[in-house]
């Protein structure tokens, strides 16, 4: 969630990362728990695919492959935006929240943090409309 900070893997048990994970995920919105960015950064106007770079890449790949450095530490394997058959499932709305609240709110693993409280909304919608340019697919008819 720092841009620039290495993260080093912390040796622990699956039972006690699993709770170290939901306090984290259950802070989230707490004024203690909101990431603030460097001023340098927050300033300045953000690209979108320096933002996917910085804030998706280490999970989900520098090309989207699902393949970052963290993913073989993940229990479950971050999506794969240029999966054009899942991807194409999904609606932008659906890819929105995921981006803005995390995967959690969809049911899905509490791995997939969420970025509302670090990114603004035209970025969020910047980043959806970037990983429908990684699949290469829009979401399905009905949503459209
Ligand atoms: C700490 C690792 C991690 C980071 C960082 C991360 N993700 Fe994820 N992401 C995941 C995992 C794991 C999943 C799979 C969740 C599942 O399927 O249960 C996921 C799922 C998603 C999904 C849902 C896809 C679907 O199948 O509906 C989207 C969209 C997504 N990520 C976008 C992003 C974007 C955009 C960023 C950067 C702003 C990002 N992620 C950063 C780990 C991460």
Partial sequence: MR??????KVPM?????ELVVSYLVAR???PAGT???????????????????????GCHGTTGRGDGPNAKFLPIRPAVHT??????????DMLFDAVAA????????NRMPGFGATLTSAEIRGLVRYIREL???AGPAWAR
């Fill in 135 to 137: 699949c290469r697919c």
């Fill in 102 to 109: 995390g995967g959690y709110v969809l049911g899905r693993s």
């Fill in 35 to 57: 990431v603030t960015l460097p001023p340098a950064l927050a300033a300045a106007p953000r690209d979108t695919h320096a933002l996917y770079l910085t804030f998706c890449a």
């Fill in 3 to 8: 841009p620039g900070s290495a993260m080093p």
């Fill in 83 to 92: 999966d054009a058959t899942t991807m194409s499932q999904r609606s932008d």
């Fill in 28 to 30: 989230r919105g707490s």
């Fill in 13 to 17: 048990s699956p039972e006690t990362l």
